[in-house]
């Protein structure tokens, strides 16, 4: 849930890219035993429905994103994306389901 | 009108084969077909996942074997499948490959034979009968359902030597030919036409698929460097007669051999000649893989099967072949 205040600072028309560039991002990861089965079968329920780039589906691949592979997730957003708010927010999100 | 289906091996996290599912669905993919082998994820796992998250495509093993998998227990596991998914399930059937079986210690005794019972039985316990069944490999003694069984379901024999090929046309509902060139594919359905001849039926009441290995990328050396590792395992598993007919030295197959058995992955692979690649996979740009599956397409196949490594990057491959290559032989 707390992914989705995440999706809030995404404008709409860089929802497409960033969603495409975090799918390749967990396709190639070799950290899957990370993802969590729930979360996965969120993102693939999304995916069957073309919501990806919808509130729920992109709050779902953006956390699975950073817990398989948190670096190259702040690349994504940070490169020519630019997110920078949504870099502020991951943080702050991550740092509390850290705790 | 040709059809096409998708392989893939689940080696990987099932949500990567499923997300690479659903991909091929929505890119026009009528087939998908889950390799079984014990040493990957289990393929009816992977297979009552791909139930949920699709819709239309058709979908089964590609293939199993009875020699790990009793025929029961096959049918069980297809009939459900078929409870999942109604009219969209497939069963691929073959004798499997001697050194998995060699790897747990199973014989692979009388394959034709095995392939031909296996069917049998399978055929009539998914059709709601009590099975008792006497043959020269397998023995049921009563096999029945507790569960009413939906529908007939296809079976697919995996195939590649003359006999097995026969046997596909006379009682298969298709046949997965393991081949990528011209050359192997007309001697393959001219074998199957035998076996279907025999049973008195039409060549267009099998499925004839190809089964390839296949690797597409628009940079035709990122396509073949990644059918590289492919095409090496092939060259190392194929019969000599096959080995001749490709004009390729046996020799030069055996040092490929020898380096694989030996875990020398470069070796092995730099072993893999541009003759070797011709022959067993259909790789390149999209173009070029159009213009092979063309030329396959007149030996009278009707399913054309993208196998592994599919290309590079299986997401970009996938995309590629739904929008450029499945649309050239669409109507």
């Not at chain 2, 949500?15 to 993919?29: D, H």
């Not at chain 2, 394959?111 to 043959?135: C, D, M, W, Y």
């Not at chain 2, 590792?229 to 030069?252: N, Y």
Request: glycine content about 8%; some cysteine; overall charge positive.
């Amino acid at each position: 849930m707390a992914y989705n205040k995440v999706v809030e600072t995404i404008p709409l028309e860089k929802r497409e890219e960033l969603s495409d560039k975090l799918i390749n991002n967990l396709l190639v990861s070799k950290n899957e035993n990370k993802m969590p089965a729930g979360l996965a079968n969120t993102i693939l329920y999304h995916w069957q429905q073309g919501l990806l780039t919808g509130d729920a589906g992109l709050a779902a691949i953006i956390e699975a994103s950073v817990l398989l592979e948190p670096d190259k997730t702040m690349e994504i957003l940070e490169g020519k994306l630019q997110l920078m708010d949504t870099v502020k927010k991951v943080k702050e999100v991550s740092t509390k389901a850290g705790k | 009108m040709v059809r096409f289906g998708i392989e893939f091996v689940p080696r990987e996290a099932y949500w990567k084969t499923i997300y690479y599912a659903i991909q091929a669905e929505k890119k026009g993919f009528n087939y998908l077909w889950i390799t079984d082998h014990f040493n990957n994820r289990n393929v009816y796992v992977t297979l009552t996942a791909a139930a949920i998250y699709t819709n239309k495509i058709t979908f089964g093993p590609g293939v199993t074997n009875p020699y790990l998998v009793n025929p029961v227990f096959t049918a069980q596991a297809i009939a459900s499948l078929n409870e999942a998914a109604p009219d969209r399930v497939v069963l691929g059937i073959g004798a499997g490959d001697k050194t998995t079986l060699d790897s747990v210690g199973v014989e692979m005794r009388k394959p034709l034979t095995a392939v031909q019972e296996s069917i049998e039985i399978i055929r009539g316990i998914t059709s709601g009968k009590n099975v008792v069944f006497e043959g020269k490999v397998f023995r049921v003694t009563g096999a029945k359902f507790l569960f009413k069984p939906r529908g007939k379901i296809p079976i697919y024999v995996g195939a590649q030597g003359p006999k097995m090929l026969a046997m596909a046309g006379r009682i298969g509902d298709g046949v997965l030919i393991n081949a990528c060139h011209p050359k192997d594919i007309n001697y393959a359905v001219d074998c199957v036409k035998k076996g279907v001849s025999e049973a008195g039926k039409e060549l267009t009441d099998v499925d004839v698929a190809a089964y390839t290995s296949f690797s597409v990328h628009e940079d035709p050396k990122k396509a073949t460097k990644a059918a590289v590792p492919v095409v090496s395992f092939i060259v190392a598993g194929s019969p000599r007669v096959v080995l001749e007919r490709h004009g390729i030295e046996l020799k030069a197959a055996e040092k490929i051999r020898e380096a694989l058995k030996a875990n020398q992955w470069g070796q092995a692979f730099g072993s893999v000649s541009p003759e070797m690649i011709e022959a067993f996979s259909v790789c390149g740009t999209p173009d070029i893989c159009i213009e092979c599956i063309t030329q396959l397409l007149k030996s009278g196949i009707s399913q054309f099967v993208v196998g592994s490594p599919i290309g590079p990057k299986v997401r970009e491959a996938i995309n590629l072949i739904g929008e450029k290559i499945i649309p050239h032989f669409k109507p």
